[in-house]
T-cell receptor, first 114, second 114 residues
């Protein structure tokens, strides 16, 4: 496998459920990200992990809980979500350098909260 | 307030002609700009980038132009091909702040007609 892999590709969950999104990168990168894409909105950065340490949390509600056990894996734990949380959740990874960074994205998880 | 703006939600171009996608930004701390391409049901894929020390970067049919004084960049695709039909996202990052974290525009949907 190469690149950034996300599972599951599609998820339907009730508001009282607990589920987790998984992301795995095979690029040897040292930073991983969760982005959210809602309809008619830009991709919004949710969380950043650099060297397995969370370095940014963009005012994301606590019902979203990230976990980065190692540099290759990233999880997004979901609990008591709201219907407005339905969106495409994208994981990305990059090799952070002093100069610039390009991110490589997974295919995303299409989440529907009912 | 959006820091990266793509004011045209869609663009339609004839095959063989030039496609020009535009992007404006407001944050003068941005020093690295990227274009991503996204097909339906896939994650964004990196296309081309430009550092703020340059005003042009070319890669095959794709050229990105940067006008720092106007805080404007554009992506030129020539000649356009039907396979270029996708949503194109402009993104920016700043070294001084959230290094490597990308701020995205809303995207422009390009349709190239045969």
């Amino acid at each position: 496998e190469t690149g950034v892999t996300q599972t599951p590709r599609h998820l339907v969950m009730g508001m009282t459920n607990k589920k987790s999104l998984k992301c795995e990168q095979h690029l040897g990168h040292n930073a991983m990200y969760w982005y959210k894409q809602s309809a008619k909105k830009p991709l919004e950065l949710m969380f950043v992990y650099s060297l397995e340490e969370r370095v940014e949390n963009n005012s994301v509600p606590s019902r979203f809980s990230p976990e980065c056990p190692n540099s290759s894996h990233l999880f997004l734990h979901l609990h008591t979500l709201q219907p407005e949380d339905s969106a495409l959740y994208l994981c990305a990874s990059s090799q952070q350098t002093r100069a610039n960074t390009e991110a490589f994205f997974g295919q995303g998880t299409r989440l529907t909260v009912v | 307030d959006q820091q990266v703006k793509q004011n045209s939600p869609s663009l339609s171009v004839q095959e063989g002609r030039i496609s020009i996608l535009n992007c404006d930004y407001t944050n003068s701390m941005f020093d690295y700009f990227l274009w991503y391409k996204k097909y339906p049901a896939e994650g964004p894929t990196f296309l081309i980038s430009i550092s703020s020390i340059k005003d042009k970067n070319e890669d095959g049919r794709f050229t990105v132009f940067l006008n720092k004084s106007a805080k404007h960049l554009s992506l030129h695709i020539v000649p356009s091909q039907p396979g270029d039909s996708a949503v194109y996202f402009c993104a920016a990052s700043g070294y001084g702040g959230s290094q490597g974290n990308l701020i995205f525009g809303k995207g422009t949907k390009l349709s190239v007609k045969p």
